[in-house]
């Protein structure tokens, strides 16, 4: 583990590695749209907490809310009332 990966629509492996970025603000346009959309994927799985997407991909929580705020403003992920996770908004990935 240790790689953030999300493959593109052609199936290659980006080369990037996320978990040793701190800030949101070093991290390129294609690198952040790979990255919501791995989060939108796993929370299209069944519902998470920050903690665990972080632990998932082995990156920064701080990264994750960064991505997590993102996906809330485009209306995509929901935070759940009766707990600290979040689920998507529609079924993406069917």
Do not use: Q
Not at 25 to 35: E, S
Not at 58 to 63: D, V, Y
Not at 64 to 92: C, P
């Amino acid at each position: 583990m240790g790689n953030f990966v999300a493959y593109s629509k052609f199936g290659k492996k980006p080369d990037y590695i996320l978990n040793k970025i701190k800030h949101p603000g070093n991290i390129g346009k294609l690198k952040k749209t790979c990255a919501k959309r791995a989060i939108l994927w796993l929370l299209s799985k069944a519902p998470h907490s920050v903690k665990e997407i972080a632990d998932h991909f082995e990156i920064s929580p701080e990264l994750i809310k960064f991505f997590i705020g993102e996906l809330i403003a485009d209306k995509k992920v929901v935070k759940l009332e009766e707990s600290s996770r979040y689920k998507v908004t529609l079924n993406l990935y069917k």
